[in-house]
């Protein structure tokens, strides 16, 4: 754990004082995409990438932040948060939740670096904002429950750093078990863990090398123009309150011919959801070759009815169809960019890179980075003792 212990020495140095270590880690999701904020399910993970930070207690109420990887530090007061459009943000986003609610907070200092690629799709920032509000709960001793700093991520992300995004990245980071998936229902927030057999397959990313920005891109407009959709059906059926509650009989009789881009935005949400469930059944059944069906099915979906895929994720797909010992694969996270999943079998996994680095590079003229991950527990602490 050789980056904790840089940044433990780093907050020693600047800060004179021990701190408590907290490991928040990013996400994958094996389907249900686009599905988070339409009510529906999801099925992500915690991985082995993670952010640490080192935080402890102030007497005045200054909030002293370095960003390790980047060499950057933010100085600030718990009485004075307005967002900077740095990454300094995915912390006072979080401040300023607590103190929201009701929280007595002292100023705190943080030092924090990690090993989950940065733009990658990977949800850093929600890792990022998940391990300041654990942290800054053990500190203070806020007694908030694991569900509740979650919600705060996530309205943190919405209302400071201004993103509309969905609770699933933050919900896999903050309650991801290792070895098993998360079956989260978006709108009641029930959740099942399911055992992710990991016997000779490889859960690989392939990071495409494109930077998204969930900001910039258009997330917030593939939102509205769901919203649109639930809003023009319930004119028809006013029982329907998200995507969730609509079937592809109600959009193929109302949307189809008079509104035919939210119809494939809507539809894409139906199908996606229907996935998701054939996957469960198909994982419960220890059935991976139906898994990665489905996941290329996704994509497609995703590709061509949302239109949140580019024309590097698709190749990655294409080539990664083609390889032997790949059960399945598709785009993960916002779009845009970021990485593929996929699943792959062990006995094929050197071949796989070989291949896919050769020939993204060729249809592409840009380099991919593979990882190899596994499925971890989600934020904790790693020191457990305040001093
Ligand atoms: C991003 C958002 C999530 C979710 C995915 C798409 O990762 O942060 O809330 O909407 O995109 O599934």
């Known amino acids: 754990m050789e ?5 433990t020495a780093s907050y020693q ?13 990013g996400r994958v999701n094996l389907i249900g995409e686009h599905t988070d904020y339409n009510e529906g399910f999801v099925l992500p993970a915690a991985i082995d990438k993670a952010i640490y930070l080192a935080a402890g207690l102030r007497s005045d109420d200054a909030i002293h932040l370095i960003a390790h990887d980047l060499g950057e530090t933010y100085v600030g007061s718990i009485s004075d948060l307005s967002p900077t459009h740095t990454w300094a943000d995915y912390v006072l ?3 300023a939740q607590l103190r929201l609610a009701g929280h007595k907070l002292s100023g705190f200092n943080c030092v924090f670096g990690g090993t989950i690629p940065i733009g990658a799709g990977l949800s850093s920032s929600a890792a990022l904002e998940n391990g300041v509000g654990f942290a800054l709960n053990e500190l203070c001793g806020l007694g908030i429950d694991r569900l509740n700093l979650l919600k705060m991520s996530q309205r943190a992300e919405n209302d400071f750093v201004g993103a509309k995004v969905g609770i699933m990245d933050m919900f896999a980071s903050m309650m ?3 070895e098993h998936v998360i079956k989260l229902d978006c709108r009641s927030l029930e959740y099942t863990y399911a055992p992710f057999r990991m016997d ?9 090398q494109v930077k998204h920005s969930l ?6 407009t593939r939102r509205a123009e769901c919203e649109s959709g639930v809003r023009f059906l319930k ?5 329907i309150n998200s995507l969730r509650d609509v079937t592809m009989d109600m959009l193929d009789r109302h949307l189809r011919e008079t509104q035919p881009l939210i119809y494939r935005r809507c539809a894409y949400v139906v199908q996606e959801n229907q996935r998701l469930l054939d996957g469960v059944a198909a994982l419960e059944a220890n059935d991976l070759a139906t898994f990665g069906q489905l996941m290329y099915g996704s994509h497609e979906g995703l590709s061509n009815w949302y239109q949140v895929s580019c024309p590097e994720l698709d190749t990655l797909v294409d080539i990664a169809r083609r390889q032997p010992g790949v059960l399945g694969a598709r785009m993960m996270g916002g779009g845009f960019g970021g990485c593929t999943i996929n699943l792959v079998r062990e006995d094929g996994l050197d071949a796989f890179k070989t291949q896919l680095t050769k020939h993204y590079k060729a249809a592409t003229g840009k380099d991919t980075s593979i990882h190899v991950c596994k499925i971890e527990n989600g934020t904790h602490l790693i020191h457990p003792t305040i001093s």
Not at 215 to 220: A, M
């Open 13 to 25: 140095d600047a800060f004179h004082a021990t701190p408590v270590s907290v490991c928040s880690p």
């Open 215 to 220: 900001v910039v891109s258009e997330y917030n």
């Open 3 to 7: 980056l904790l212990t840089q940044l």
């Open 176 to 178: 991801g078990r290792a």
């Open 235 to 239: 004119v028809f059926y006013p029982e």
């Open 93 to 95: 986003g979080v401040v």
């Open 200 to 208: 000779g397959v490889r859960i690989v990313l392939c990071d495409s």
